[in-house]
Every structure is written in structure tokens, then in C-alpha cells.
């Protein structure tokens, strides 16, 4: 205690509780005291002050004791300061890694094989549409494919992933159970397999990319379009250089795609 606190056995002899307690007040210490006295024990944690003005979280185990006629308090300390400052750094984290995934609207999830039960964090459970109720299983995920694509994820993760161990990796489209909207995830996991090269499990994340495919859906039928236009159309760079024809400059110009862009 004198080493923790920073002081010497003839200081620490002279000081009370309220000298070197940063969290209670001396009324709280007090109280605090005599709910020792009426139960006999406690361990809480509180602050305390050191010798040179730090700080510190301790934990404490008090109990009353007798000495002779006397009563007295036994008390042991415990500085936890590094593990509330490992516990916060990780909350930070954890609090930073959920902005992140916001953000990108990527979630993570880890699916234990065989049976196929999985977790997932906040922002899957978003993407997904779901909520603490929903059974986190094998057919629970395939209950939330788009029905076209159902068959062919099911095979999928069984052909391809667990059965060749190939890296988990597609997109394919949902029914977001919340309201109904079909959307676009992209999928990527890695399998764990055990000494036996059996399943274990896979960890991996799956992102909304509906956006990403709405807008490339969007610019394939606007060239598909332009494509099958009878005009010749061309589009260049601010310097001119041509940048795409269709195919009706091909025709009315004699020149390929591969020969006009570029130029």
C-alpha cells in the first residue's frame, strides 16, 4: 500500500481514507464504511489519489475484523489502471470499428461449421433488416436470399466453399427482412479448418453494394442504348481524343472501336 500510494509506513500511518480517496466524498466514506460495519464485507472500485497527485482505479475487498476488543477494517487494494485503460482503449475501438462499418455499410460475421449457427455484428444485422430475435442459423441466412439466388448460394457454399475450400467470395442479392427491399451484398470469408482438415468455422464481411450495382445496371442499359443507336456517336476527352464510339460510327466510318479510340 505505501508503495502504490507512494507514501511511508510513518505517512501512511497519519493519513485517513478522505487523504488518499479521490471518488467519495468523506460523508460517502463514511457510508460506505458502515455498510462494511452492518454486512461485514464489500469489494467495489473507486479512485485513488497517490502521493504525487496521480490518479489511479483500485479495486478493494474490505471486511471487519476483530482485534481483541477492537474492531478494525481489512482492507486490500488492487491497482486495476491498466486494465481500465485496456478495457477503454478497447470500447474506443469497438466504438470506432461500428462508425466503420457504418460507414462503408460493411458488417462481420463469424459462422461455425458444421452446424452452420453464425454472429454478426451491428451493421449486418442492418443490412440483414434483423434484430435479436432472428435465428442465426444456416437456414436462417438462406431465408434471407432472394429466392432466384437461393439455390444458388446454398450450392455454392457447399460445392464450392466447404466442399473445395475456395475463399468465399460473391455477390449476390437479399430480401432485407425489415421491409421487404431487395438488395445487392458482396460477400467475402475465409474457411477455418481444424488438424483433420474438417470445417471449423469462417469469418468473413458482407458489405450493401446495391448502390455500386444500381448505378452499373444503369450505365449498361444507357450503352446498350446509345449502342443500338443509328446515328454515329462518338464521345472524346477535352483534347479531343476519342473516347468511345457505338457501333453505328463503325458502320458509317469503316473504322472498328479498337481502331478509333484513341485517336
Request: charged letters at 30%; a negative charge; one cysteine or more.
Amino acid at each position: 500500500a505505501c508503495r502504490q500510494l507512494g507514501y511511508s509506513s510513518e505517512e501512511f500511518a497519519g493519513l485517513a481514507i478522505a487523504d488518499y480517496e479521490a471518488l467519495e466524498t468523506p460523508a460517502e466514506t463514511r457510508a460506505h464504511l458502515q455498510k462494511v460495519r452492518t454486512d461485514g464485507s464489500d469489494d467495489f472500485e473507486t479512485l485513488q489519489r497517490t502521493r504525487n497527485g496521480e490518479i489511479r482505479n483500485v479495486h478493494v475487498w474490505a471486511r471487519t475484523v476483530s482485534l481483541g476488543e477492537r474492531e478494525a477494517f481489512y482492507c486490500i487494494y488492487e491497482d486495476v489502471t491498466a486494465r481500465k485503460r485496456a478495457e477503454q482503449a478497447l470500447r474506443q475501438n469497438e466504438q470506432s470499428l461500428r462508425e466503420a462499418e457504418s460507414i462503408a455499410g460493411l458488417g462481420n460475421f463469424v459462422a461455425e461449421f458444421p452446424g452452420g449457427d453464425w454472429t454478426g455484428s451491428e451493421e449486418l444485422d442492418r443490412i440483414f433488416g434483423i434484430d435479436d430475435r432472428y435465428v442465426r442459423s444456416l437456414e436462417g441466412w438462406l431465408a434471407l436470399i432472394h429466392p432466384e439466388w437461393r439455390a444458388t448460394m446454398s450450392a455454392y457454399l457447399s460445392n464450392d466453399v466447404l466442399e473445395k475450400r475456395a475463399p468465399f467470395d460473391k455477390e449476390y442479392k437479399i430480401v432485407r427482412r425489415s421491409d421487404n427491399e431487395e438488395r445487392w451484398v458482396h460477400g467475402l470469408g475465409r474457411l477455418e479448418v481444424d488438424e483433420r482438415d474438417h470445417p471449423v468455422r469462417m469469418r468473413g464481411t458482407i458489405q450493401d453494394v446495391t448502390e455500386r450495382r444500381l448505378a452499373e445496371e444503369s450505365w449498361q442499359l444507357q450503352s446498350a442504348a446509345l449502342n443500338a443507336a443509328a446515328n454515329p456517336m462518338v464521345i472524346t476527352r477535352r483534347d479531343g481524343t476519342i473516347a468511345w464510339v457505338n457501333a453505328a460510327f463503325a458502320e458509317c466510318t469503316g473504322y472498328s472501336a479498337a481502331e478509333a479510340i484513341g485517336r
